[in-house]
């Protein structure tokens, strides 16, 4: 017998066209995401054989917002030991190394990059450092590779503008995150007219086209930080 909708249908038939509903939605949203043209053609080039010596020096240094500010943001993090957190785009692991120590022996990181020699100079770094809770991970231009279901938390520092397929590499982040998580963007402040030629040149858009992004993967905003000049902060909640 056919599933008729009605107010009187059984319970059993609204399930089924529910899980149908969803199926086919789910065969939409993939169809879609395989299709989502980049918006950044090349963005992230030339990290993939980059030397990660040479980037510690341009992204851990003073005068460099994030970094000066690097324990306020971790603390923004509430982490907790045992928490099970993604750096997504951990570059050379300054974040990383700072949320290791704060989740712990019984927690793990997962630091994800798309550039191996920064992946895998990482992790050794770490290990030589004691950070035995720290996992290596290679993502790609689509998606973030992590397991489904995985992580607590998903922390993106100065990345997000170098997502070249957002909606697709939105859409792994929120499968990986558990019922709950959250996610932490912080990225700069674009405006016309006041930021500097290389942040308009090199990034691709301001905050709300950003923020309007993330809502549509699923996600919603639960809080904005407000201790950063050059950079903001947006704490989002998987929907």
């Known amino acids: 017998m056919s599933c008729i909708l009605s107010r009187s249908r059984p319970k059993s038939c609204w399930m089924n066209t529910a899980i149908k509903a969803s199926l086919i939605w789910l065969s939409l949203t993939a169809v879609t995401l395989a299709q989502e043209e980049s918006v950044r053609p090349g963005i992230n080039d030339d990290f993939l054989n980059a030397d990660p010596a040479r980037y510690v020096e341009r992204f851990e240094k003073e005068g460099r917002e994030v970094y000066d500010q690097r324990n306020v943001i971790v603390a923004a993090l509430d982490l907790k030991p045992g928490m099970v957190v993604a750096d997504v785009g951990a570059g050379t692991g300054l974040f990383t190394r700072l949320i ?6 019984e927690g793990r990181v997962y630091a994800v990059d798309i550039a191996p020699n920064f992946v ?24 973030s590779t992590l397991p489904p279901n995985s992580v607590d938390l998903v922390y993106i520092c100065d990345t997000y503008h ?10 792994s982040i929120h499968t990986a995150l558990r019922e709950g998580g959250r996610m932490v963007v912080v990225d700069f402040e674009r405006e016309e007219g006041v930021s500097s030629d290389w942040i308009l040149n090199h990034v691709r858009a301001g905050k709300s086209v950003f923020r309007t992004e993330i809502e549509k993967a699923g996600f919603e905003l639960v809080e904005e930080v407000d201790f950063l000049k050059d950079n903001y902060g947006l704490i989002f909640r998987k929907r």
């Open 100 to 105: 290791a120590r704060q989740v712990g022996a």
């Open 120 to 143: 895998y100079e990482l992790v050794r770094d770490c290990r030589r450092q004691g950070f035995d809770n720290v996992i290596g991970v290679i993502c790609d231009a689509r998606q």
């Open 162 to 171: 170098h997502f070249e397929f957002p909606y697709s590499t939105l859409e």
